[in-house]
Nanobody, 121 residues
């Protein structure tokens, strides 16, 4: 069974930084797209950033220049470095990954349980 577990969330003042980590475990053959979404109270879940297996990155406009996504396939990790945080970045952040559990099987999307990021003004 595949699990994604996020860590690194917390409370930070505006202008501060946090680094989120997501660890994948279980029966995993390979990763395709990995990324982060977020959801603020009363709002829809939205894309933050994603990264392909070839390390091509994609960022939402509202985090460009402030956030950086990285992956380490050997460690089964994906990271989100968040700098210059703003109160509007407050949300639950969810890790996601497209994972193939064994060779020849289709890719499925998996999600973590989320980690809360709160930015105070």
């Amino acid at each position: 069974q595949v699990q994604l577990v996020e860590s690194g969330g917390g409370l930070v003042q505006a202008g501060g930084s946090l680094r989120l980590s997501c660890a994948a475990s279980g029966r995993i053959n390979s990763f395709d797209l990995m990324g982060w979404d977020r959801q603020a109270p009363g709002k829809q879940r939205e894309l933050v950033a994603d990264i392909t297996s070839g390390d091509t990155t994609n960022y939402a406009d509202y985090v460009k220049g402030r956030f950086t996504i990285l992956r380490d396939n050997a460690k089964r990790m994906v990271y989100l470095q968040m700098n210059s945080l703003k109160p509007e970045d407050t949300a639950a952040y969810y890790c996601k990954a497209d994972i193939r559990t064994s060779w020849g099987r289709p890719v499925f999307e998996y999600w973590g349980q989320g980690t809360q990021v709160t930015v105070s003004s």
